[in-house]
């Protein structure tokens, strides 16, 4: 695989392996040749686990068997991107070698090793219980797995929040693990889809519009983008929405509603530019996620998921934002004039609106484009009036 690796990095991209390194398969040799290297599911195990075996990550050969594992994917295979999955499964296990330690003080002990034989440059995504991953992982998935439909699975209960996959399952989840971000990790939440299920007729089609706000949320959180669809698949559409996400804004936008609605709607950035360009500006991400709770009321009161828009009022003198601004939104491209005290918009149903804040300089001034999601946050070097060529000066780094 060394050979692959080289092949991958030499086309200027990164190689990574996806493995489950705790999880055996129960054909597989490993399992055959050391039985007394599997450990035991508990009860909850056997209500939630998988069909594969588990590691006993107390045991010393286990542990040299990580040890040895890993310093070969990284040190001779030379892949520098490691995505470890079905991991979780390893916080079930019981009748441990050493009954005398937990099962987290087991997980930290496995992933010590890891860490250690990956060094501090390979980049690490965990998909697991996330506060177990603190001290190890670069990045961790913090939703269950995204899945390319809207509401959720049918056939799954809405209100099944343990079970319910698909885009705004996803955004419940990581609307209330936001402030990870750049803090602790680079969040994962997981594939932004364009292509719809067509395998089976009873999952509603995803619309380009339901992709792009779920993208909007992506990019606006700071964290992974990651595709649900092979590239040569999309269409132009699809690839525009996703080029506007890149490269990435790596601080997220802190949702104001995530107590009072299931899923949120109005999020805000303070804006610092990461490349050069100095004025620092608020962005507000605005959503219509349909069907949603509102519980800022007892008992909580579904919102139907209707077709007319979202009309929200936001107050800017009550997030700090006093004064006069003035509001660009990005995906129609569209001016909306000088806003002070509150700014009202109104946002299509299943759909999302990104809208820039900048202080009015009372000379030509850039407001926004269509290159990047955050209008400013990265590719903008600079973006000045010159009075005495009467020109607008925008410079990005290509």
């Not at 079970?163 to 402030?179: C, D, E, F």
């Not at 949603?292 to 077709?307: C, K, L």
């Not at 990265?378 to 990005?396: F, G, I």
């Amino acid at each position: 695989p060394a050979w692959l690796s080289d092949d991958i990095r030499a086309r200027g991209l990164r190689p990574g392996l996806w493995m489950a390194p705790f999880t055996p398969d129960p054909t597989a040799a490993l399992a055959a040749d050391h039985p007394e290297w599997i450990a035991d599911w508990t009860a909850l195990g056997d209500v939630i686990g998988g069909d594969d075996l588990i590691l006993d990550l107390t045991h010393p050969e286990v542990l040299a068997f990580l040890h040895e594992t890993f310093a070969r994917f990284h040190g001779e295979w030379r892949f520098d991107w490691f995505k470890m999955d079905f991991a979780y499964w390893a916080l079930l296990g019981t009748g441990f070698h050493d009954p005398t330690m937990t099962r987290e003080e087991a997980w930290h002990g496995a992933l010590d090793i890891i860490r250690e034989e990956l060094g501090p440059d390979t980049f690490f995504l965990a998909v697991s219980a996330s506060g177990l991953n603190y001290q190890h992982a670069d990045s961790v998935r913090i939703t269950l797995d995204s899945m390319p439909v809207w509401d959720g699975m049918p056939g799954v209960p809405l209100d099944d929040s343990a079970s319910q996959q698909g885009l705004k399952p996803t955004v419940r989840n990581a609307g209330r693990r936001w402030y990870l971000q750049d803090r602790i990790w680079v969040n994962h939440p997981d594939l932004i889809f364009f292509r719809s299920n067509t395998l089976d007729p009873t999952w509603p089609p995803l619309t380009l519009e339901e992709s792009r706000a779920f993208c909007t949320f992506v990019g606006l959180s700071g964290g992974i983008v990651k595709l649900g669809d092979r590239l040569v698949d999309l269409d132009a559409d699809a690839i525009n929405v996703i080029r506007t996400l890149l490269p990435i804004y790596g601080r997220s936008a802190r949702p104001l509603d995530v107590f009072t609605r299931e899923f949120p709607e109005v999020w805000l950035s303070n804006v610092e530019p990461l490349d050069g360009y100095g004025e620092s500006y608020a962005l507000l991400g605005l959503f219509h996620w349909g069907r949603n709770v509102d519980m800022s009321v007892t008992p909580y009161v579904e919102m139907p998921d209707d077709a007319a828009p979202r009309r929200h009022v936001v107050d800017l003198d009550a997030l700090g934002l006093g004064g006069e601004w003035l509001a660009y939104e990005f995906w129609e491209g569209c001016y909306l004039g000088r806003v002070s005290g509150t700014l009202t918009d109104e946002v299509p149903s299943h759909d999302g609106h990104v809208i820039a804040l900048r202080r009015p300089q009372e000379v030509p001034q850039f407001l926004g484009w269509n290159r990047q999601l955050t209008m400013g946050g990265v590719l903008l070097q600079e973006a000045s009036w010159d009075e005495a060529s009467r020109t607008l000066v925008v410079r990005t780094p290509v």
